[in-house]
């Protein structure tokens, strides 16, 4: 069984819209659930959560886990083009360096 | 500066070779890891060293061989190549041992297509 799911697999957006990306996790030894952005090349770092109902936000993008569902969601308001992506969820976990990722939603953006 | 390094970008080779993928990091992160992603974009995790000591070794055949001259360097070593072994390779690090609560950077990738 996966121990992190996203949903959805894909996601076709206008520009100006407004997306909800899903993350759900397996919660045996875990301890902090992250959020990637991948265009081209490397996935580089969105946010880090680590407490319940605490939001991140960086500009557009905003972000909080909820510890008794067992997930989280990334919000994209007012998408761009420069938005298309793969966001990927990255569940850390105690121990043996428990990291697994999630299969991603492909995000695109279209004008 | 480049952060997380890896070399080379892109690498084509015939069934059978043996081939290395080199990483170096100068964040001075105590930990490395190397990443399979297939075609299906899929990243899933190969090995980890947290200065120079293996600390994750997942379900990969033993073709693949990590190697760890210093905590700064995670170089992988893949035998006999497959078709199968066709995939994007990612080195990360992150800092210190305490697991659960480390930010992974990553390399830009290594493609490695088998002929």
């Known amino acids: 069984e996966d121990k992190v799911v996203q949903s959805p697999l894909s996601l076709v957006v206008h520009e100006g819209d407004t997306v909800t990306l899903n993350c759900s996790y397996e919660v045996t030894n875990f301890r902090s659930l992250l959020w990637y952005k991948q265009e081209k090349k490397a996935p580089t770092f969105l946010f880090m959560l680590t407490s319940s109902g605490i939001e991140k936000k960086s500009g557009r993008l905003s972000s909080i886990l909820d510890k008794k569902e067992l997930s989280s969601i990334l919000n994209i308001t007012a998408t761009q083009t420069g938005d298309s992506a793969i966001y990927l969820c990255l569940r850390s976990g105690a121990g043996s360096y428990q990291l697994t990722f999630g299969k991603g939603t492909k995000l695109s953006v279209i004008p | 500066d480049t952060a997380v390094s890896q070399t080379p970008k892109y690498l084509v080779t015939q069934m059978g070779n043996d081939k290395s993928i080199k990483c170096e990091q100068n964040?001075?992160?105590?930990?490395m890891y190397w990443y399979k992603q297939d075609s299906k974009k899929f990243l899933k995790i190969m090995f980890s060293y947290n200065n120079k000591e293996l600390i994750i070794n997942e379900t990969v055949p033993n073709r693949f061989s990590p190697k760890s001259p210093d905590k700064a360097h995670l170089n992988l070593h893949i035998n006999s190549l497959e078709l199968g072994d066709s995939a994007v390779y990612f080195c990360?690090?992150?800092?210190?041992?305490?697991?659960?609560?480390?930010?992974?950077?990553f390399g830009a990738g290594s493609r490695l297509t088998v002929l």
């Open positions: 990360a690090s992150s800092q210190g041992r305490v697991s659960g609560a480390n930010v992974l950077t």
């Open positions: 964040l001075g992160h105590d930990t």
